[in-house]
């Protein structure tokens, strides 16, 4: 349980020292930049979803023979459902936009955009969650290292994901500590999703292909309705592309080295 814990609070950490960078840097992020790094985000997540989510979820059903992607199936599409549920319900402002999402709200331009991450940030604490839970409960299919190497994946993309919250909301005129703040929180849903399913492991085991590809299809979500948008966004270049290619190839190597 210990090795969950801490592989829970590893995304977190990332998120938290993406953040801080709104004490060491003076200057908003670029277009550029952020493109750079909306992309490679995608790219992090897209090999996340692929290799430690839907690979296992289908190895698991394996005894169900050629229908062994239909778990998989049903658990993509929920996870899908689930974010367009969540996009509708919650009110929140994304990066670089203008129009509110979801319900009308007379909450603060700040809060909406923590919200935009904060929902974003949920399927990925519920994607290591559930990774945890597998290894705790000792499933076959799922190793410490695999455990390990998408905590890691995930921290890796959250840092620039906490520079990207916290450097805009001071730009616009949050003092240094409240970005970071925001930032911060903007994180704290991880753990929270993450510890929750972990302590419900002995549950979750029969449903574990289903969760699996229910995180991955929540994760790909996110891609496409955001951070595909934001690193094609504006003049074209290919920045985010190629950050895009780097993620990927990084999150693939690690699952591979650790797994």
Not at 29 to 40: C, E, R
Not at 140 to 149: D, F, S
Request: net charge neutral.
């Amino acid at each position: 349980m210990k090795t969950a814990v801490i592989g829970l609070l590893i995304p977190f950490l990332g998120t938290a020292l993406g953040a801080a960078c709104v004490f060491f840097m003076r200057r908003a992020l670029s277009q550029t930049v952020q493109k750079a790094l909306s992309g490679f985000a995608a790219g992090v997540m897209v090999a996340a979803s692929v290799w430690s989510l839907l690979i296992p979820a289908m190895e698991q059903a394996a005894g169900m023979g050629s229908w062994a992607f239909l778990p998989a199936f049903i658990g993509f599409w929920l996870g899908v459902l689930f974010l367009l549920l969540l996009d509708h319900v919650i009110p929140h402002l994304h990066r670089n936009a203008n129009a509110v999402e979801g319900p009308r709200s007379r909450l603060a331009r700040t809060t909406m955009m923590v919200l935009a991450v904060t929902l974003h940030n949920i399927p990925e604490g519920m994607a290591v969650g559930v990774v945890y839970a597998g290894l705790v409960s000792g499933s076959g299919e799922i190793t410490a290292g695999g455990a390990l190497a998408l905590a890691l994946g995930i921290a890796i993309q959250n840092f620039p994901e906490g520079a990207i919250i916290s450097m805009p909301l001071h730009a616009e005129g949050a003092g240094k500590g409240r970005a970071f703040l925001y930032g911060v929180l903007s994180g704290a849903v991880e753990p929270v999703f993450g510890l929750v399913t972990v302590m419900a492991a002995g549950l979750i085991v029969p449903a574990m292909p289903y969760l699996l590809s229910f995180a991955a299809g929540a994760m790909l979500y996110v891609v496409v309705e955001e951070l595909i948008p934001d690193m094609a966004a504006g003049k074209h270049s290919h920045v985010g592309v190629l950050l895009f290619a780097l993620g990927f190839s990084l999150m693939m190597a690690l699952d591979v080295a650790l797994g």
